[in-house]
Antibody, heavy 124, light 111 residues
């Protein structure tokens, strides 16, 4: 059974750096083709894809946020960490991590398991 | 502005069928069979309903189906039920530098 859970601060101040951790179970990020992504959703707005890291440390970022994002993995701890610099009130959102599956060793382009999400508010 | 275009809202009565469209480009929806659909109830995490355009994950009702024509993908829900009332998002891989895109979401109201 695959589960993911996001953790991190619920409140950050403008200009600060946000660090979120996704702790997962039921799969390994050392399995060929597997990935973990981050998606956010501002209150009342649409989902927005942020970043994704694969088993082989291939990293992909949303171009509009690339300069502010860093995604890393710790395979031994079953964790993926997302950092976002220079936080602004418009970054207030629920942040989700999600599992991107594999078929054989081929990447699949969807998210089949999601964490419950964590609401991050940016305010002074 | 989302990369994939969805209608803001659709509605239907119990038992009816509805279709939600998702329009992209030849770099995403039209170029690859990597369209997925997610259902999201208020305050909940998204749930995968359709992947690879038309495949249903185990446990998802066969009332949900997906298709694609050109640069537009569609999600059809038949036999509408009250519990289908939710927001629906499409998503796709894209060969552009963006890599992954979501639609703006569609609010389904069951009348």
């Amino acid at each position: 059974q695959i589960t993911l859970k996001e953790s991190g601060p619920t409140l950050v101040k403008p200009t600060q750096t946000l660090t979120l951790t996704c702790t997962f179970s039921g799969f390994s990020l050392s399995t060929s083709g597997v990935g973990v992504g981050w998606i956010r959703q501002p209150p009342g707005k649409a989902l927005e894809w942020l970043a994704l890291i694969y088993w082989d440390d291939d990293k992909r970022y949303s171009p509009s946020l690339k300069s502010r994002l860093t995604i890393t993995k710790d395979t031994s701890k079953n964790q993926v960490v997302l950092t976002m610099t220079n936080m602004d009130p418009v970054d207030t959102a629920t942040y989700y991590c999600a599992h991107s599956p594999v078929w054989g060793s081929y990447r699949l382009y969807y998210f089949d398991y999601w964490g419950q999400g964590t609401l991050v508010t940016v305010s002074s | 502005q989302s990369a994939l275009t969805q209608p803001a809202s659709v509605s239907g009565s119990p038992g009816q069928s509805i279709t939600i469209s998702c329009t992209g480009t030849s770099s995403d929806v039209g170029g690859y069979n990597y369209v997925s659909w997610y259902q999201q109830h208020p305050g909940k995490a998204p749930k995968l309903m359709i992947y690879d355009v038309s495949k249903r994950p185990s446990g998802v009702s066969n009332r949900f189906s997906g298709s694609k024509s050109g640069n537009t993908a569609s999600l059809t829900i038949s036999g509408l039920q009250a519990e289908d009332e939710a927001d629906y998002y499409c998503s796709s891989y894209t060969s552009s530098s963006t890599y992954w895109v979501f639609g703006g979401g569609t609010k389904l109201t069951v009348l």
